[in-house]
């Protein structure tokens, strides 16, 4: 069956440092890759996606991902975390098989920034 | 102006009682979405109309009817409440239904007591 696994369900880290978030997902086939962000009390915004192409997308607010078919995975970075960043991240997986939009969505996890 | 907005923001209810919950789009988006957020975040789709087409049913019990009058709208009505359908509830709605690139609404928290 299709999952999406965020191994990690909190991190911190320092306003400035970098920050890697990772996702893995299990599919047969080349999936459509989404990273979503949720601030509080807010309804998901997405932050990019990968269909096909250039396997280093470019999103909102300086994000970017990179698609590893060999690893399965689908890891958002920053370069430079700031304190706005703090929010639930979600990493979603669409199948280009199924002719539907449903996402399959891991479970989320939660930044942190310290000043 | 609100792309997708959902009435109510917040619903507090009793067991047995039917509630509705009411999403609008104004992005021009033939297909939307009925996602649930449980109390630990996470995010499962009920049900996607596309131009006004019911195209997923996940395995969701029959108390939970959605309707689409138009492309423009989707309401979900929710029959003999139940303690676990407290969660928050998201409308979504994209442009190109097979893609899954979503517009979330902010939700809608019921609880039910």
């Known amino acids: 069956a299709q999952s999406v696994t965020q191994p990690d369900i909190h991190i911190t880290v320092s306003e400035g440092a970098s920050l890697e978030l990772r996702c893995n997902y299990s599919y047969g086939a080349t999936p459509y890759l989404f990273w979503y962000v949720q601030s509080p009390g807010q309804g998901l915004q997405l932050l990019l996606k990968?269909?096909?192409?250039?396997?280093l997308v470019q999103g909102i607010k300086g994000f970017e991902a990179e698609f590893k078919r060999s690893q399965s995975s689908f890891n958002l970075r920053k370069p430079s975390v700031h304190w706005s960043d703090a929010a639930e991240y979600f990493c979603a997986v669409g199948f280009s098989s199924s002719n539907t939009g449903k996402l399959i969505f891991g479970q989320g996890t939660t930044l942190q920034v310290k000043p | 102006d609100t792309a997708v907005s959902q009435t109510p923001k917040y619903l507090v209810t009793q067991m047995g009682n039917d509630k509705s919950i009411k999403c609008e789009q104004n992005l021009g988006h033939d297909t939307m979405y009925w996602y649930k957020q449980d109390s630990k975040k996470f995010l499962k789709i009920m049900f996607s109309y596309n131009n006004k087409e019911l195209i997923i049913n996940e395995t969701v019990p029959n108390r939970f009817s959605p309707k689409s009058p138009d492309k423009a709208h989707l309401n979900l009505h929710i029959n003999s409440l139940e303690l676990g359908d407290s969660a928050v509830y998201f409308c979504?709605?994209?442009?190109?239904?097979?893609?899954?690139?979503?517009?979330f609404g902010e939700g809608s928290r019921l609880t039910v007591l």
């Open positions: 990968y269909f096909s192409g250039d396997t």
């Open positions: 979504a709605s994209s442009h190109i239904y097979y893609t899954g690139e979503l517009f």
